[in-house]
């Protein structure tokens, strides 16, 4: 048989391992073999200047972090690419990475995470404004608070709690103690059904509703699962559901729903922030979506600019 011959296979015939080639045929395979390489390559190689990388489910998936606000503008970062985000012209723009921020304070087992309000087995201390404004209560559990133990302040300092929660499987509940710190006493103590609990403006979150400074309940969570941001200088509070792509605005002092902010079909929504005079809310997306941003006007419960980075050429990928 001559060399580069073609051989028939039979129905049912064995092939052999390898089956000899001719030169050129060799050289076409080679050929072929890094032209699908260098197309492989070119599918990943990294785009030269900022860019978002929409529809990504996996790979260049980045993460959206140091997300800020300010009444002017809106800062954050999708991997090493930064933008900014003027609130008058809506307009969107590169702009190099923030100075690192100072890291966050330590959590401190029995303290608050800003330090106003610290608590013992036996008393809980709020200092809305410094060691002079103190008030110290005491209470007495006949278990130890082995499961956590967690005083809360709001940011005006006229109401407090402390989280006070026993080991469930040696059937100690889970206690939620609530104060009145202008009236300087204790107002309720609750057993807790579920785990989350907060101190608002005005009223307490606690069992997935919303309650005064009365104890009167106000309403329900209308996204019980949701993270919630206080809206500044309001008494509002937002949650956003990702899977449906909607934000809620909630009014914490009559638990009244706001109606439902529909963002489209976007997924991926995975950051709200909101402005220091409670004016503008954003969200903001990573993954298939990354980096668009939905500016939210508070006050008229709806979206007033809907803005994504430029998209990375075909071909290339913003990598980090």
């Not at 300010?70 to 999708?78: E, G, K, P």
Request: aromatic share 6%; with cysteine.
């Amino acid at each position: 048989m001559a060399r580069g011959s073609v051989v028939p296979i039979m129905p049912g015939s064995h092939l052999p391992r390898t089956i000899p080639l001719s030169p050129a045929a060799s050289l076409c395979l080679v050929a072929l073999w890094l032209g699908g390489t260098e197309r492989a390559e070119a599918k990943d190689a990294p785009a030269p200047s900022p860019c978002a990388n929409p529809g990504v489910l996996d790979g260049a998936r980045r993460t959206l972090h140091d997300a800020t606000a300010t009444a002017s503008a809106l800062v954050f970062c999708t991997g090493e690419d930064c933008w900014s985000l003027d609130a008058a012209s809506s307009v969107l723009k590169a702009v190099p990475p923030p100075r690192p921020a100072a890291p966050p304070p330590a959590e401190s087992p029995g303290k608050s995470a800003d330090g106003r309000a610290t608590a013992t087995p036996t008393e809980v201390s709020f200092c809305p404004s410094g060691p002079a404004s103190c008030k110290t209560f005491t209470y007495k559990f006949a278990f130890q608070p082995q499961n956590g133990l967690s005083p809360m302040i709001n940011a005006h300092g006229t109401l407090g709690a402390v989280l006070y929660a026993g080991v469930g499987e040696d059937g100690e509940p889970r206690y939620l103690l609530t104060y009145d710190l202008v009236a300087g006493k204790p107002i309720k103590q609750y057993q807790l059904k579920a785990n989350r609990a907060d101190v608002l403006r005005t009223s307490f979150l606690f069992d997935h509703a919303l309650y005064s400074a009365r104890g009167k309940k106000l309403g329900k969570l209308a996204l019980s699962t949701a993270d919630i941001l206080p809206v500044p200088s309001t008494d509002l509070i937002a949650m956003s559901d990702a899977e449906h792509a909607v934000v809620i605005l909630q009014d914490t002092t009559t638990g009244k729903a706001h109606p439902r902010i529909r963002l489209g079909n976007r997924i991926g929504i995975d950051q709200l922030v909101a402005s220091p005079d409670g004016a503008r809310l954003y969200a903001i997306a990573q993954g298939q979506a990354e980096g668009e941003v939905f500016a939210i006007d508070v006050a008229a419960n709806k979206v007033i600019a809907h803005v994504a980075p430029p998209a990375c050429t075909s071909g290339t990928a913003r990598m980090r």
